[in-house]
């Protein structure tokens, strides 16, 4: 039985066997028997590298009083989700990121407590409606389904792959509008290989 760890678009943590791209943390969790007993402990969430300095992440462990390691399914779905690049694994990334933050985001400050917060009121303020195209890396939900727009495509997201597949109902935004921002002032993001 998989432990409750994986994080999908919408940043609810499941229970799924697929392990994903990403390490996620928002900090401790979990409770001392390794139960999930809450979606958050702070504002940070952020996405690391699985593999860092001879770090093991394993998607069977949960250590006491550690933080509970999330699994991402990819970079657009953990960008939906709403966590950001780590400062420490994935440095480059996080520099780019703050720098295009900046750009695409001038009245927020680009540190990581502001980005951090200003990421939370977004998660918090639920999604919006999809009044015009979003950028490809954008995801959105037709109520029931996620769907990454993907070099002009629409791809339908599960945790063992996308699929092509258009969205039949009125659609709403996962990816948090700051960082649908970044995406048109050219932010980079990953799909997983399915994406094609």
């Not at 980005?115 to 918090?124: I, K, Q, S, Y």
């Amino acid at each position: 039985m998989p432990l409750r760890n994986r994080v999908d678009p919408w940043g609810r943590i499941v229970a799924d066997p697929a392990r994903g791209a990403f390490l996620g943390n928002r900090g401790i969790l979990h409770d001392e028997t390794g139960t999930v007993v809450r979606e958050h402990a702070n504002a940070m969430w952020i996405a690391c590298r699985l593999d860092f300095k001879g770090r093991y992440r394993s998607p069977r462990a949960i250590e006491p009083r550690r933080y509970t390691q999330l699994f991402l399914f990819d970079e657009a779905s953990a960008y939906a989700a709403g966590h950001r690049p780590c400062g420490e694994c994935r440095r480059a990334d996080y520099r780019e990121f703050k720098r295009l933050w900046a750009v695409a985001n001038p009245d927020v400050e680009n540190t990581p407590t502001a980005m951090d917060r200003a990421l939370r009121a977004e998660r918090r303020a639920g999604t919006a409606v999809v009044t015009s195209l979003p950028p490809d890396g954008a995801m959105v939900t037709d109520g029931s389904d996620a769907f990454l727009r993907w070099r002009g495509e629409w791809l339908r997201w599960s945790f063992e792959g996308y699929t092509p597949a258009e969205p039949t109902a009125e659609l709403r935004l996962l990816t948090p509008p700051s960082i649908v921002r970044m995406f048109v002032a050219g932010l980079p993001v990953t799909a997983h290989p399915s994406a094609g």
